[in-house]
């Protein structure tokens, strides 16, 4: 089974940018998976950010972010992105990537979707 490894977490000052990456450990996570990215702060519940829909590339974004964050795909690479802008406070949370199973086309924000999950990187934003 794939498993995946999310990395790029780190504390950053408001305004900010930061890039995630998520990579599989186990396995290649080619162009055959949907991948999402979820955060969760303390105290709350796991949030869909984003996700990449498997061989067409689709994108989605939850409304929070759109316009700030991009998820994308190096395919030569067998990674995925989430690239962060203008972060602020509220986007301090651990970032979790999540892949469906392979071949499973369209992608969604919504948690059971998924069956594959990384341990999450700490995301910070300073005020």
């Known amino acids: 089974q794939l498993q995946l490894v999310e990395s790029g977490g780190e504390l950053v000052q408001a305004g900010g940018s930061l890039r995630l990456s998520c990579a599989a450990s186990?396995?290649?996570?080619?162009?055959?998976?949907?991948i999402a990215w979820f955060r969760q702060a303390p105290g709350k519940e796991r949030e869909g950010v984003s996700c990449?829909?498997?061989?067409?590339?689709?994108?989605y974004y939850t409304d929070s972010v759109k316009g700030r964050f991009t998820i994308s795909r190096d395919k030569l690479k067998n990674t995925v992105y989430l690239q962060m802008n203008r972060l602020n406070p509220e986007d301090t949370a651990v970032y979790y990537c999540?892949?469906?199973?392979?071949?499973?086309?369209?992608?969604?924000?919504?948690?059971?979707?998924?069956?594959?999950w990384g341990q999450g990187t700490q995301v910070t934003v300073s005020s």
């Open positions: 186990r396995g290649d996570l080619d162009y055959t998976y949907a």
């Open positions: 990449i829909s498997s061989r067409t590339d689709i994108t």
């Open positions: 999540a892949s469906r199973p392979p071949w499973s086309v369209e992608c969604s924000l919504s948690s059971d979707w998924y069956s594959a």
